[in-house]
């Protein structure tokens, strides 16, 4: 995995912040040191910071928004 990688998970689970447990707070707060000294995770933290991702993040279901648009007849 790749810096931007990183970045992109701990900045999606920035948004769900409120919605950790204590212990799974303090991991992301050290994730969030470790970034900012711009250290690249190992395999189990990267591994943590990922199922900490797919546990909270909660994809947008597009398909509501489909009643508000109309579509082109050809």
Known sequence: ??????QKY?????????????DE????????????DEEDFD???LQRLQ?????YYEPIDKHKYDSFFRKKDI
């Open 10 to 22: 701990l900045d999606e689970l920035r948004k769900y912040e409120k919605k950790l447990n204590r």
């Open 51 to 55: 199922e900490l991702y797919e546990k």
């Open 1 to 6: 995995m790749s810096f931007k990688d990183q």
């Open 43 to 45: 395999s189990v933290s």
């Open 25 to 36: 707070l303090e991991e992301y707060k050290m994730y969030l040191k470790m970034h900012k």
